[in-house]
């Protein structure tokens, strides 16, 4: 669902594209060369488009909360993506230079409208876990679980002389505790650790008595656990790491259509 | 182990047997009658236990306006000023002058901010009007130049013999007044335990402090309630003249409730039964209180009431409007949410000054016991862990959160690379309520700071810590409740730790967040979050069922 505050941004937007096709069409009318316009009102919308990553170093300044920086961002993308198509007159051009720069402007694109929808996506999933977990802490936070596990493994071991469970850690659940598991299915929102918990994760349990139930019953609880701290490490992962894709590659683009634009206006004007 | 008993903790570790005798030889202590204290609590015992003998320089703050304590004072020797008018100002009484920051002094943040956290510029300490240390008990914010404040401003003398704090002690209202020693002297400070007794069981004592607290406050608090404020002055005179004073819950109830967090019980002193027959209104003076009504085998809370709500009048008007209904009883039960100081408005003097030209009563709490249960689970919650306290909570929706911590970033970035929160707190539902200082209208933390530096901002009303007069006692970091003031050790400007040169210990001041006093746009963290996710919400904006009577 489209934010109240994204919509000025959206009319603003459409009128800025109706506005420079208009005025390029008028320009190509009278000989001259449309392109100098969509090119240079494609190039000020990149520099707009980088100045949200300034304005996140800028938050002891009043310049406007973030949150309407990011509304504008998101319009001025999409609205960068058409202008680029009406730039090219074309979805992939001719010149190697040029189709290294649209490559480029695709990957920054497709980046971030993927970080758009996962960032609109995965905290509800995050929220759904019932947990909430910083980020940082994850590794503490499943160290301290395996520890759990391993004292309860060894507790099993010297209280029933039986070392059933303590075989099942070392031949499997220790793959599973070792680090988090399942990182794709949680992003998907799939349930691959409680089906694998369930499965191979339980294949012991019926070789156990009672006594020993019990502590694999306490081992799978905090399976469960660990469940839903990976998910939060895998979605709030992606949910980190798709910018170093984007910002990177959104710097790439800037420098190269700044190269872009000396060439033009040295050779081709 | 024994079980901790009332007076396992005395108020002053050195008061002695020798001072309690002369303190019972002195006038206004002999008059008390020792007999009507019971044998548990004798008045030996309170003075023994409840009390401590604490002695001002010249020139030292002895209570300051708009402070919060536990206390009350007597004067043993000595005299003291009280200053009337014009008020002292805040930099005077160990308070943070609050100057906001121009565009590009907060922009100088961005390079000037050191690389290492808790940097303070040691040379702001050297003309900070302190005296006594670090200890919280002798610790005190002094006046360099008496003469000249007394020049400047109008104060009365307070002599031998004067009692005065106890309304703030007892009804855990701010001091109307700045006090300060004149001379050297001599004070008998009163907890608010001791000064409860005295007032329980001495006629005398109880006498002077309502007649106190009638001819003070007791009428403004009336004409600020809608049922009081078309009384003309006779009318109010006499509801004045006939309220009883009470008081439910512990003074110190964050203690109580940090308990009943990690043990997950406790129980709250019961006010007014469902089923039982009202005999006033009740109003609430300080504090909070929960509504509940019988719901299965449990309560089921249906609003909480603050400072300036009333409970019990629609009972009370309908019975008065209907006299030929013959079974008259509360529909709901009032319990105290900590600390409550109640005013009780006997129902003869309604029906003779209120309800005659009273509007009936719109809608009753009852009318929120018609919802689904699941419709005031988020009140329930918050009632339960005492959010409804905030004036100024962080809730951050999670189903919008994103995790990117700008939120955290922005905080450190205008507090010289330290954030003042935590993005981690309770959670109910979507919502998470972050550690960050609430602000609350109840500001526990206040209590017993013994400088002063933590004070409610006079411009914004924002509860801050002045760094400068902080002595590192973190009396306000084990008071709140909910966990949100940290001590953190500071450095000097090569990023080494400031120790103190007698012990080598380093030396802590309290940090928390200060809603971004100073800061140029309002707090930084609301307006860094790139989602709208998080807020700084006061808990009723939140609590659809709050404007219920």
Known sequence: MIRPMTLPFIVLGLATFALVAWYSRVVGMQLGNPAIVTGYTLFVLMILLGLFNMRKRLSMVPVGRSSLWLAFHVVAGVLAIAMFWLHTGALWPTGLYEQVLAALFYLVSITGIFGYLILRALPRRLTQTGIEVIYERIPAELGEIRDKVEALTLECTEKTGSDTVAQHYIGTLNWFFRRPRFGFSHIVGGDAAGHWLRGPGSAARRYLNDVEKGYFDQILELGTLKTQIDRHYACQDLMKKWLLLHVPLSISVILLSVWHLLLVNVYAL | ?549
Not at chain 2, 497 to 519: L, N, R
């Open chain 2, 1 to 549: 182990m024994a079980r901790p008993q009332r007076w396992s903790t005395p108020f002053g570790e050195e008061m002695t047997d020798g001072d309690v005798e002369s303190l019972l030889k002195r006038p206004d202590i002999a008059a008390i009658e020792a007999d009507n204290f019971p044998k548990h609590t004798p008045l030996s015992g309170v003075l023994r236990n409840d009390t401590r003998i604490v002695r001002y320089r010249s020139g030292d703050i002895v209570v300051r306006e708009g402070d919060y304590g536990n206390s009350a004072f007597l004067v043993m020797n000595g005299s003291l000023r009280v200053v009337l008018a014009p008020e002292l100002p805040q930099n005077l009484l160990g308070r943070q002058v609050a100057r906001e920051k121009g565009f590009f002094e907060a922009l100088a943040q961005l390079w000037t901010n050191s690389r290492v956290p808790e940097v303070r510029d040691i040379s702001r300490y050297e003309s900070q009007g302190l005296r006594g240390g670090v200890d919280s008990a002798n610790a005190r914010v002094f006046l360099q130049d008496v003469p000249a404040v007394l020049d400047e401003h109008r104060t009365a003398k307070l002599e031998d013999g004067a009692l005065f704090g106890e309304l703030a002690a007892l009804g855990r209202v701010p001091r109307t007044a700045t006090i300060f020693a004149e001379e050297d002297a001599t004070l008998l400070e009163i907890r608010w335990q001791g000064l409860r007794e005295l007032r329980k069981y001495d006629e005398g004592w109880r006498r002077m402090i309502d007649q106190r607290y009638r001819e003070n406050a007791l009428k403004a608090h009336l004409q600020e309630s809608v049922m009081f404020s078309r009384l003309d002055e006779e009318s109010l005179q006499a509801v004045a003249d006939k309220v009883l004073f009470e008081t439910y819950g512990s003074f110190d109830w964050n203690v109580a409730f940090q308990r009943q967090r990690q043990s997950g019980s406790g129980k709250e002193p019961i006010i007014a039964r469902q089923g039982e027959y009202p005999d006033g209104v009740l109003m609430i003076r300080a504090g909070f209180a929960r509504v509940s009504v019988k719901h299965g085998n449990g309560e089921r809370t249906l609003t909480y009431l603050g400072a300036g709500n009333s409970f019990g009048l629609g009972e009370l008007y309908s019975a008065w409007k209907n006299p030929d209904i013959q079974e008259m009883a509360l529909h709901t039960s009032l319990s105290a949410l900590g600390y409550v100081d109640i005013l009780r408005v006997p129902a003869p003097v309604l029906e003779e000054h209120v309800f005659p030209f009273m509007e009936p009563p719109t809608s009753t709490t009852m009318d929120i016991a018609g919802t689904p249960v699941a419709d005031d689970a988020l009140m329930e919650w918050a009632v339960e862990e005492r959010f409804v306290n905030a004036t100024r909570a962080m809730v951050i929706d999670l189903e919008r959160c994103v995790r990117c911590d700008d939120c955290v970033r922005a905080c450190a970035s205008t507090h010289g690379g330290n954030p003042r929160f935590r993005r981690h707190g309770r959670t109910f539902d979507n919502m998470m309520v972050a550690n960050a200082c609430m602000h609350c209208a109840d500001p526990v933390c206040m209590i017993g700071c013994p400088t002063g530096a933590i004070h409610r901002s006079v411009e914004h009303g924002t509860v801050i810590i002045n760094d400068i007069t902080c002595i590192g006692c973190a009396t306000c970091a084990n008071s709140c409740p909910y966990s949100n003031i940290a001590m953190v050790a500071i450095r000097n400007q090569d990023g080494e730790t400031i120790t103190d040169p007698d012990s080598g210990k380093p030396i802590f001041k309290a940090t928390k967040c200060d809603f971004c006093e100073g800061q140029p746009g309002g707090p930084a963290c609301v307006r860094a979050c790139p989602h709208d996710a998080l807020k700084r919400v006061h808990f009723q904006e939140l609590n659809p069922s709050e404007t219920a009577q």
